[in-house]
């Protein structure tokens, strides 16, 4: 009978047999994740990182199957980066915020994290505690558990579209983005869209500006979704 399939968390950090280990599933990811960082997840393969650590590719295949259990690693290792320990306020609207909040500012250090596949399994120790937390942050809420884990969902892909478009603007030019907000506004108050200058009024200095909208918005939506 042919063995389930196991994730990188279930099995050994390396098999009994063979050499003794000269490198580590956490130096393993220690050096992606600097890869990624500095050239975007394109940079992050099997031989890049080998060389990186100064060994050969196949010496990695005794820590990891391949790439993806590497991007496996790499998401939990900078999910771990969210504090966790901060006690809970008994809202939920705010205490989720607090974790959107630390999670969009992950994003923005670690852009790579956008061009991961998204695997809604995809959770290592780490992710498993965030989840709890999360889970635990909405407790108060009168909602169903499926429906809590679809919050927690939706959040996330909040946080994730949010920090795209952050990333987005901080790459572009400021004289561009300054153009694209003049002409918007000016279009605006033309005179053929009332409604649209209405809505735009007073909100110039936050359109080149997404990180001043992302907790507003943010904290529309999770009052829409939680009640």
Known sequence: MAEEPLTVWERPERGARGPRPDRSRAQITAAAVELADADGLTAVSMRRVATKLATGPASLYRYVSGRAEILDLMVDAVVGEIDLGARLSGDPVEDLLALAVQSQAIHLRHPWLLDVPSE???????????????????????????????????????????????????????????????????????????????????QADTLTAPRVQFERLARRVLVGLIG
């Open 120 to 202: 809604p399994l995809r959770l290592g120790p780490n992710g498993l505690d965030y989840l709890e937390h999360a889970l635990r942050a909405l407790a108060p809420a009168s909602l169903s558990d499926q429906a809590k884990l679809e919050t927690i969902g939706l959040l996330n892909g909040l946080v994730t579209q949010l920090s795209r478009a952050e990333l987005h603007v901080q790459r572009s030019s400021t004289g561009r983005q300054q153009a694209q907000a003049a002409y918007l506004i000016n279009a605006a108050v033309a005179g053929r869209h009332p409604l649209l200058a209405q809505a735009l009024a007073g």
